[in-house]
């Protein structure tokens, strides 16, 4: 069953624990944190003490997505925080194998990450190394943006390969998902759905977590 994973980036960061206790009371079971430096991408946002409190306060799942140029030199701090998912980009890896294994050694899943100029074929490689790949549907940096079709076709692409290799890691997607497109990145073969501004630019976040979740299953029920 596919699963939405608001990203707190769109949240109101003043009150991030009581936003996080919100959506995990209406059932969600997994958050995206998305992490910037100002250098891979023009933004800058949180680092490891910011995971590190809002550990203490939900049991979620932390799926936490590295923006930055350096991920091996600050992995393993953000795992020491809290992290339980690292998603690294490949664009910021040249030892990708070997960051996504140190990843694992670390006691986190390793999930790859490929920008939208990035074609699939550039994770062949790794596929049997990882624990998930993200597709980012907009060029990362800030939320808000428009989705970009693309994706889909890439997203296509990886289903197809996962299935050829009877491989079992999520394919996620990260950018510009709406109540409108969600059930087609869901049917292209999307699992793990990233979702900001649908969820936190709206009056009842929680609300609108359960609606696009419902949105999701519905789809993958048609799927088949
Ligand atoms: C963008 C981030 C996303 C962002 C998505 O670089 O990786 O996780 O929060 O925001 P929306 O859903 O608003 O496009
Ligand atoms: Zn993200």
């Not at 690292?86 to 986190?108: K, N, Y």
């Not at 936190?200 to 789809?219: E, G, I, K, S, Y």
Request: charge should be negative; proline fraction near 6%; glycine fraction near 8%.
């Amino acid at each position: 069953m596919p699963e939405i994973l608001p990203s707190i980036l769109s949240a109101d960061f003043a009150r991030l624990g009581g936003e996080l206790q919100a959506l995990e009371a209406a059932g969600c079971r997994t958050v995206h944190l998305d992490v910037m430096d100002g250098h891979f991408v023009p933004n800058l946002t949180i680092g490891p003490p910011v995971i590190e409190s809002l550990r203490k306060v939900t049991k979620m799942t932390f799926d936490v997505h590295l923006m930055i140029t350096d991920p091996d030199r600050y992995a393993p701090a953000f795992i020491q925080a809290g992290a339980d998912h690292v998603l690294v980009h490949q664009e910021t890896c040249p030892h990708l194998d070997r960051t996504l294994r140190m990843i694992q050694s670390e006691g986190a899943r390793a999930g790859v990450v490929i920008n939208p100029a990035t074609p699939v074929a550039m994770l062949e490689d790794v596929l049997d190394v990882v624990d998930s790949v993200l597709v980012m549907s907009v060029n990362p940096g800030f939320g808000g943006q428009s989705f970009l079709h693309n994706s889909l076709n890439k997203i296509r692409r990886l289903a197809m390969r996962k299935r050829e290799c009877g491989l079992q890691f999520p394919i996620e997607i990260d950018g510009g998902i709406t109540m409108e497109n969600v059930a087609e990145v869901v049917r292209a073969g999307a699992e793990w759905i990233v979702a900001g501004s649908s969820i936190f630019h709206t009056v009842n976040p929680p609300a609108a977590f359960q609606q696009m979740q419902r949105l999701a299953h519905d789809a993958a029920a048609i799927r088949v």
